[in-house]
């Protein structure tokens, strides 16, 4: 059994492990090995801990935690940050340990999210994930549609990332 609830810093150390470790393993093939193998736990550890200060009216971080209350998954979003002309608010980063794929809690984390962005008065939402991402089939099970694509570069490697939107954050409720 799997709870959703807002991030506290006592998160901090779970949330980091959880996006270097599945940074770990989703990017394999796709981000240079060497890249991977560097990432490193506390500079994260940092990072979330001025994020979930900021968590608040309109940015927001859920955790999902296992019965033990440790963290398994997690997922980020608030204000679109590119100024998109259509999608105001955006899916920043959802991860889920591997281990815990296909028991539906990142389809609830992102209805979570969906509400509470609905709830700071946001319609409307984009995801970016890099090409080749297996989250891609996932967005699209959501009925993410096609937005657009930039290139993107991570540890030397040319990348390119989609973005999937939702004109309508109801359907995601």
């Known amino acids: 059994m799997v709870t959703i609830r807002p991030a506290t810093l006592q998160d901090v150390e779970g949330l980091t492990h959880v996006q270097v470790d599945t940074w770990r393993t989703t990017y394999r093939g796709l981000i240079p090995d060497d890249y991977l193998a560097g990432l490193t736990y506390e500079p994260r550890q940092l990072w979330w801990t001025q994020v979930i200060g900021r968590a ?16 398994v998954g997690f997922i980020s979003g608030g204000p679109e940050r590119s100024n998109h002309a259509v999608y105001k608010s955006e899916l920043y980063a959802i991860y889920i340990l ?3 794929h296909g028991q539906g809690i990142g389809r609830e984390l992102v209805r979570v999210l969906a509400r509470s962005l ?9 995801v970016w994930v890099l090409d080749g991402n297996p989250a891609q089939h996932f967005y699209q099970r959501l009925g993410g549609q096609y937005v657009a694509s930039k290139p993107e570069q991570i540890g030397g490697a040319d990348l390119e990332e989609i973005a999937y939107g939702w004109s309508d954050l109801h359907v995601l409720l």
């Open 56 to 71: 608040g009216a309109r940015n927001f971080v859920f955790v999902a935690v296992d019965e033990a209350g440790q963290v």
């Open 98 to 100: 591997a281990n815990q």
């Open 118 to 126: 609905i709830q700071a008065g946001f319609s409307s939402m984009l």
